[in-house]
T-cell receptor, first 115, second 110 residues
Framework: GESVGLHLPTLSVQEGDNSIINCAYSNSASDYFIWYKQESGKGPQFIIDIRSNMDKRQGQRVTVLLNKTVKHLSLQIAATQPGDSAVYFCAENDSNTGTASKLTFGTGTRLQVTL | KAGVTQTPRYLIKTRGQQVTLSCSPISGHRSVSWYQQTPGQGLQFLFEYFSETQRNKGNFPGRFSGRQFSNSRSEMNVSTLELGDSALYLC?????????FGPGTRLLVL
């Protein structure tokens, strides 16, 4: 059949508010997770990562939460700024495959920051 | 430290032709992975090279191939181009687990 474009869910947030972007992963064996930010015309930019032996990790203005029971990952951005507008991808990896370099990406979420 | 660089940034080819894309990893990174990004399929893993050897491979046809040189620079080649090969091709390098991406090469097949 004809392939269709991925429909990116969009999250619209007012400047200064907190953003929460969610991601469901499929492989229960995945033990390493990364969030990337991709701006138009650019490659994905690393934001934050977390291993499966943790359930929370904080960076500068960002927090990643991992719930292995329901295979759910979230990215929280505090005090969202216009420069945060981008597409956000979660990615997972099962290091038991022998390499940490075969990432499986989610479909992405578009974050729109309104003034 | 310079980031991952990819050349060329944009490329237009016609069906049946072949193309070679180049990637220079971050200095000291020995692993280079390639991904294809399209609106229809999202980001998909092509293959990974480490110390000049292909260490992992995604589910792409044999028309897609790659290699890595002793300085860790990598190239990927697509032969007999099809319209569906139009995509953003991304290269990522890593020292350990975290992959850092380049800006990509946008390939348009006419």
């Amino acid at each position: 059949g004809e392939s269709v474009g991925l429909h990116l869910p969009t999250l619209s947030v007012q400047e200064g508010d907190n953003s929460i972007i969610n991601c469901a992963y499929s492989n229960s064996a995945s033990d390493y997770f990364i969030w990337y930010k991709q701006e138009s015309g650019k490659g994905p930019q690393f934001i934050i990562d977390i291993r499966s032996n943790m359930d929370k990790r904080q960076g500068q203005r960002v927090t990643v939460l991992l719930n292995k029971t329901v295979k759910h990952l979230s990215l929280q951005i505090a005090a969202t700024q216009p420069g945060d507008s981008a597409v956000y991808f979660c990615a997972e990896n099962d290091s038991n495959t022998g390499t940490a370099s075969k990432l499986t990406f989610g479909t992405g979420t578009r974050l729109q920051v309104t003034l | 430290k310079a980031g991952v660089t990819q050349t060329p940034r944009y490329l237009i080819k016609t069906r049946g032709q072949q193309v070679t894309l180049s990637c220079s990893p971050i200095s000291g990174h020995r692993s280079v992975s390639w991904y294809q990004q399209t609106p229809g399929q999202g980001l998909q893993f092509l293959f990974e090279y480490f110390s000049e050897t292909q260490r992992n491979k995604g589910n792409f046809p044999g028309r897609f191939s790659g290699r890595q040189f002793s300085n860790s620079r990598s190239e990927m080649n697509v032969s007999t181009l099809e319209l569906g090969d139009s995509a953003l091709y991304l290269c990522a390098s890593s020292l350990h687990e975290t992959q850092y991406f380049g800006p990509g090469t946008r390939l348009l097949v006419l």
